[in-house]
C-alpha cells in the first residue's frame, strides 16, 4: 500500500474555521475569518466593471487557444503601471502572470531557491499564515523578526534593523506593500525609505506582497511606499494579486515582477518561465482577459475604481464604528481607526476565541485577527456585545 509512511498534515487555521462557520446551524452568527470583502448585504458580489468586461469577451474572444508561459502579454502591461507606477531609469522590469497572488510568492520561492538555495526569507512576525510555508516548501529557511511593537502598536524599527544586520547578504525580505495582514498596521513614508536604505546597506533583496493594493488608502496612497523602495534598492520582487482589489478571488489572478538591472533581470525572466513549466505550464486566461479588459477601456477603469473606492470606504466606516467602541478588556479598538485595510490583529487569548465561537457565534482566528471587512453595520453593536461579555 501506497503514501502509508506520510505524516498528515494539519488543517489551514483559517480554511479550518470557515468549514466549522458553515456547518453552524445558528442564525446569529459572525464569520470574522476568511479574508473576502462582504457588502453591506453581507455578500461578496461580482464587481460591475468585471460582469460588463466577461460580457464584452463573451461576445468578442475569438479563441481559447493557448497564450504562453509568461500569460497574457496585455494583461501584464496594463497590470505594471497599475502595481508598480514609474521606475528608476536604470531599473528594467519583467512581469509574468501567475496563479494568484499565492501563486507568484511560490514561484518567486522556486526562483530564489534555485539561484541560492542556503539563502533565508525574513518577514515580520505576526504575517500572513502562508508566508512561511511556501518558502519552506522552495526549501529555503525561514525567520522572522517582531513586526508590531506592542507599546505603540506601530511598526518595531528597532527589530527590522535587529533581523537586517542578523541577515546574509542575498537574504530576502519579505513585506507587505499596504494594508498589512493581519495587523492593518502599515510602514510610514519615512519608514520605507529606512527600509529601502537598510536592505540596500547589506545588499538584501525585498520580495513585497501586495495583496489589498487600493483597499487601504487608495491606489497612489498604497503605491506610495512601494515607489519609495524601489527609489533605493537595486533590485525586488514584487506578488500582485488581483483577488481583492477585483473581487474575483476564485479566478486566481496574480503577477510576478522583477525589477533591477537589465542583465538580472533577462535571466529571472527566462528562469521563470522555465520554473513555471514545469510546474502548471501556463495560468488560466479568464481572470486574466477581465482585468485586461478594465484596465485597458476607460470606461470600465472608471466603473471599477468608482466600485474599489466605494469598497474601501465601506471598510473605512466599519473601522471608525469599531473604534467608537473603545477599549474592552484588553482590547483597545480605539486603534482600529489608525489602521488600514481589511485586518486587525486583537490580544484576544485562545479561551476567549473558543468562547466568543461556542457562547456567540463569533469565529475570530486563532491568532485574534479579524476581518473587518466581514461585517456588516448592523453587526458591530452585537460584535462589540459578544467581546464585553467575554473580555470585560
Same mark, same amino acid.
Given at each position: 500500500?501506497?503514501?502509508?509512511?506520510?505524516?498528515?498534515?494539519?488543517?489551514?487555521?483559517?480554511?479550518?474555521?470557515?468549514?466549522?462557520?458553515?456547518?453552524?446551524?445558528?442564525?446569529?452568527?459572525?464569520?470574522?475569518?476568511?479574508?473576502?470583502?462582504?457588502?453591506?448585504?453581507?455578500?461578496?458580489?461580482?464587481?460591475?466593471? $468585471?460582469?460588463?468586461? /466577461?460580457?464584452?469577451?463573451?461576445?468578442?474572444?475569438?479563441?481559447?487557444?493557448?497564450?504562453?508561459?509568461?500569460?497574457?502579454?496585455?494583461?501584464?502591461?496594463?497590470?505594471?503601471?497599475?502595481?508598480?507606477?514609474?521606475?528608476?531609469?536604470?531599473?528594467?522590469?519583467?512581469?509574468?502572470?501567475? $496563479?494568484?497572488?499565492?501563486?507568484?510568492?511560490?514561484?518567486?520561492?522556486?526562483?530564489?531557491?534555485?539561484?541560492?538555495?542556503?539563502?533565508?526569507?525574513?518577514?515580520?512576525?505576526?504575517?500572513?499564515?502562508?508566508?512561511?510555508?511556501?518558502?519552506?516548501?522552495?526549501?529555503?529557511?525561514?525567520?522572522?523578526?517582531?513586526?508590531?511593537?506592542?507599546?505603540?502598536?506601530?511598526?518595531?524599527?528597532?527589530?527590522?534593523?535587529?533581523?537586517?544586520?542578523?541577515?546574509?547578504?542575498?537574504?530576502?525580505?519579505?513585506?507587505?506593500?499596504?494594508?498589512?495582514?493581519?495587523?492593518? $498596521?502599515?510602514?510610514?513614508?519615512?519608514?520605507?525609505?529606512?527600509?529601502?536604505?537598510?536592505?540596500?546597506?547589506?545588499?538584501?533583496?525585498?520580495?513585497?506582497?501586495?495583496?489589498?493594493?487600493?483597499?487601504?488608502?487608495?491606489?497612489?496612497?498604497?503605491?506610495?511606499?512601494?515607489?519609495?523602495?524601489? /527609489? /533605493?534598492?537595486?533590485?525586488?520582487?514584487?506578488?500582485?494579486?488581483?483577488?481583492?482589489?477585483?473581487?474575483?478571488?476564485?479566478?486566481?489572478?496574480?503577477?510576478?515582477?522583477?525589477?533591477?538591472?537589465?542583465?538580472?533581470?533577462?535571466?529571472?525572466?527566462?528562469?521563470?518561465?522555465?520554473?513555471?513549466?514545469?510546474?502548471?505550464?501556463?495560468?488560466?486566461?479568464?481572470?486574466?482577459?477581465?482585468?485586461?479588459?478594465?484596465?485597458?477601456?476607460?470606461?470600465?477603469?472608471?466603473?471599477?475604481?468608482?466600485?474599489?473606492?466605494?469598497?474601501?470606504?465601506?471598510?473605512?466606516?466599519?473601522?471608525?464604528?469599531?473604534?467608537?467602541?473603545?477599549?474592552?478588556?484588553?482590547?483597545?479598538?480605539?486603534?482600529?481607526?489608525?489602521?488600514?485595510?481589511?485586518?486587525?490583529?486583537?490580544?484576544?487569548?485562545?479561551?476567549?476565541?473558543?468562547?466568543?465561537?461556542?457562547?456567540?457565534?463569533?469565529?475570530?482566528?486563532?491568532?485574534?485577527?479579524?476581518?473587518?471587512?466581514?461585517?456588516?453595520?448592523?453587526? $458591530?453593536?452585537?460584535?462589540?456585545?459578544?467581546?464585553?461579555?467575554?473580555?470585560?
Amino acid at each position: 500500500m501506497h503514501f502509508m509512511t506520510l505524516a498528515r498534515q494539519a488543517d489551514d487555521p483559517i480554511l479550518a474555521m470557515g468549514a466549522a462557520f458553515s456547518a453552524d446551524v445558528r442564525d446569529r452568527k459572525l464569520d470574522l475569518g476568511i479574508g473576502v470583502y462582504r457588502d453591506e448585504c453581507g455578500q461578496t458580489p461580482v464587481m460591475r466593471a $468585471v460582469k460588463e468586461a /466577461e460580457r464584452r469577451l463573451l461576445i468578442g474572444q475569438p479563441t481559447k487557444s493557448y497564450l504562453g508561459v509568461e500569460g497574457d502579454r496585455a494583461f501584464l502591461a496594463g497590470l505594471e503601471p497599475l502595481a508598480l507606477g514609474d521606475v528608476r531609469a536604470d531599473h528594467a522590469v519583467t512581469a509574468i502572470q501567475t $496563479v494568484g497572488g499565492t501563486g507568484a510568492l511560490r514561484l518567486a520561492a522556486d526562483l530564489l531557491a534555485r539561484e541560492k538555495p542556503d539563502r533565508t526569507v525574513w518577514f515580520g512576525a505576526p504575517s500572513w499564515t502562508n508566508h512561511g510555508a511556501l518558502f519552506a516548501a522552495a526549501g529555503l529557511a525561514v525567520r522572522s523578526f517582531r513586526h508590531l511593537d506592542p507599546r505603540s502598536q506601530d511598526m518595531d524599527e528597532a527589530a527590522f534593523g535587529e533581523a537586517v544586520e542578523a541577515a546574509r547578504e542575498g537574504d530576502v525580505f519579505v513585506l507587505h506593500g499596504c494594508c498589512h495582514n493581519p495587523t492593518g $498596521v502599515d510602514a510610514s513614508a519615512a519608514q520605507w525609505r529606512s527600509i529601502g536604505r537598510a536592505l540596500a546597506r547589506r545588499n538584501l533583496l525585498p520580495l513585497v506582497d501586495s495583496a489589498y493594493h487600493g483597499l487601504g488608502q487608495g491606489l497612489e496612497a498604497d503605491r506610495a511606499g512601494l515607489r519609495i523602495l524601489l /527609489e /533605493e534598492v537595486p533590485s525586488a520582487l514584487v506578488a500582485y494579486s488581483c483577488s481583492k482589489n477585483f473581487a474575483i478571488y476564485r479566478e486566481r489572478v496574480g503577477a510576478l515582477f522583477v525589477v533591477g538591472g537589465r542583465q538580472g533581470v533577462e535571466l529571472a525572466a527566462s528562469n521563470l518561465t522555465a520554473l513555471a513549466r514545469a510546474t502548471y505550464s501556463m495560468p488560466p486566461d479568464h481572470g486574466a482577459a477581465v482585468v485586461r479588459t478594465i484596465l485597458h477601456s476607460e470606461e470600465l477603469s472608471a466603473i471599477w475604481r468608482a466600485e474599489l473606492d466605494a469598497m474601501r470606504e465601506r471598510v473605512r466606516g466599519l473601522r471608525g464604528l469599531l473604534a467608537q467602541e473603545g477599549r474592552i478588556g484588553p482590547v483597545d479598538l480605539g486603534r482600529l481607526a489608525t489602521q488600514h485595510g481589511f485586518f486587525s490583529s486583537l490580544a484576544i487569548a485562545p479561551a476567549d476565541i473558543a468562547r466568543l465561537r461556542d457562547d456567540h457565534g463569533v469565529y475570530v482566528v486563532p491568532s485574534g485577527r479579524i476581518n473587518i471587512a466581514g461585517l456588516r453595520e448592523d453587526q $458591530v453593536g452585537a460584535f462589540a456585545a459578544a467581546l464585553r461579555a467575554v473580555l470585560a
